[in-house]
């Protein structure tokens, strides 16, 4: 079987490990391999290149997708999606494995919808996909943000400050969930767990009067702006306190070995499932277990509230 693969959407560390898995596994299956460069956008405009076993070495620790990847919503247009099956077509490519977020599952759908063999990869720092306890580079942003708490706690220790840490995820908390617990912040305001202003202001008056000397705030994206918020804490509470915009720093990075495992397995997945006469489904992790599921199951539904919230308020 001839098998394309694109990265679409916001890179992921762990991209290029699924890629290597599934061509390197396939390969030894018999199947040829090609790459499309520049997401769904390559895809329209015949930005192909043949994968070979060779040119997969020394991808493993590289973050970010060599394949290069682009946001392209126009995807979704009918001439567009006539484009991109011509040219699968044209070179005889049966089925296409993407790796991305909810956007690429969005994109892969059409495709599917039109009768050609897509399977999804869950790639996005952000875990915010239905079907899938986790998404190849949340781990790796995950340590990257931990990493970057720790380090603001060693300042806001010594300068008995606040810190105010934003991060990425979009729409879901995850990934700041995840680094309270794991950078034991004091306060953690995400989308599922939007705490008001207030009640942290009033808190931290009450943490003074406590003689703490520093407390931590990890906030998702798009919350509040934290730069305000830190001049509002500093202006009513007795804690001077400060922001840090994470950024694109989270997106960055050798993935860590946990999302290169998965995304070896993930990679390899793909491949057995197209041999089972398996499409049109996206590819999760359950329990530790690969699982699928159909690809429209997965963009119409929204993940359950994460039952690590409950141990937040526990530990902080
Ligand atoms: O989906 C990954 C992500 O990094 C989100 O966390 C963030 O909101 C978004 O992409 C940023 O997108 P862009 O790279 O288009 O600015």
Redesign the pocket.
């Known amino acids: 079987m001839k098998i394309a693969i694109l990265t679409s959407?916001?890179d992921?560390p762990g991209m290029n490990v699924a890629i290597r898995a599934a061509v390197r596994y396939g390969i030894k299956k018999g199947h040829e391999f090609y790459g499309v460069q520049n997401g769904f956008y390559g895809l329209v405009n015949n930005d192909f290149i043949e994968l070979d076993h060779k040119r997969m070495s020394g991808i493993i620790s590289m973050g970010g997708t060599f394949l290069r990847t682009a946001?392209f919503p126009e995807f979704s247009q009918e001439e567009n999606i006539d484009k991109a099956l011509q040219n699968l077509e044209s070179r005889g490519i049966e089925g296409l494995i993407v790796i991305g977020?909810d956007g690429s599952y969005r994109g892969a759908l059409h495709l599917s919808r039109r009768g050609f063999k897509v399977i999804t990869i869950p790639g996005?720092?952000?875990n915010d996909i239905y079907g899938t306890d986790h998404t190849l580079g949340f781990h790796t942003a995950l340590d990257t943000v931990v990493d970057a708490m720790d380090k603001l706690r060693d300042t806001s220790v010594s300068h008995q400050r606040c810190s105010i840490i934003e991060v990425?995820?979009?729409t879901c908390g995850d990934l700041a969930l995840y680094a309270a617990l794991s950078g034991g912040a004091e306060f953690l305001v995400t989308p599922e767990n939007p705490i008001s202003k207030e009640s942290i202001i009033e808190r931290l008056k009450q943490y003074k009067r406590d003689d703490r000397t520093h407390a931590i705030i990890v906030v998702t994206?798009n919350m509040i702006n934290v730069h305000e918020f830190a001049k509002e804490i500093t202006e009513k509470s007795k804690f001077t306190s400060v922001a840090t915009v994470l950024g694109?720093i989270?997106?960055g990075g050798s993935p860590s070995a946990q999302d290169r495992i998965l995304g070896t397995r993930m990679g390899a997945f793909a491949i057995d499932l197209f041999e089972q006469g398996i499409d049109n489904v996206a590819i999760g992790i359950e329990n530790d277990r690969l699982i699928y599921l159909p690809i429209d199951i997965v963009v119409s539904n929204k993940r359950r509230l994460n039952p690590l919230y409950k141990l937040v308020a526990e530990v902080s």
């Open positions: 959407g916001g992921a946001r977020g996005t720092i952000d990425m995820g979009r994206e694109y989270q997106r």
